[in-house]
């Protein structure tokens, strides 16, 4: 059975502000792959590295090319408003679902 593709945007709580949901199940983080983006080369390589199987094994070609697009776009929008960020691939596991997450994240100036 192939996997889900999540993709999402998060905002991490100050440590001493962060409250686990003892409703929630706990996620499991299996592998991660960071890519600095500084570059359009970047952007290009971070795609790039989607399409290899071993990266992320469960992926049938359209999920990968589906994660390829997001990649893409969020890298490009890193280039475009922030000059420069990373990209983070996670394999995670939350109760019996499994998927990617996608993370962008710019050293950009945020919203004025």
């Known amino acids: 059975m192939p996997l889900p593709i999540w993709c999402s945007a998060t905002i991490w709580p100050r440590p001493s502000t962060a409250v686990a949901?003892?409703?929630l199940?706990?996620?499991h983080v299996d592998h991660f792959?960071?890519?600095p983006?500084?570059?359009s080369i970047d952007v290009r390589m971070a795609v790039a590295a989607i399409q290899q199987a071993e990266l992320f094994p469960g992926l049938s070609s359209l999920q990968r090319s589906?994660?390829?697009t997001i990649i893409s776009e969020l890298g490009t929008n890193i280039l475009?408003?922030?000059d420069?960020?990373?990209i983070l691939l996670r394999?995670?596991?939350c109760g019996q679902h499994q998927g990617i997450e996608v993370l962008a994240i710019d050293d950009g100036p945020g919203i004025a």
């Open 66 to 68: 589906n994660v390829g």
């Open 84 to 86: 420069s960020g990373r």
């Open 91 to 93: 394999a995670i596991r």
């Open 37 to 39: 983006i500084t570059r």
């Open 21 to 23: 949901d003892p409703a």
């Open 33 to 35: 792959r960071a890519y």
């Open 25 to 27: 199940p706990a996620m």
């Open 80 to 82: 475009k408003y922030a």
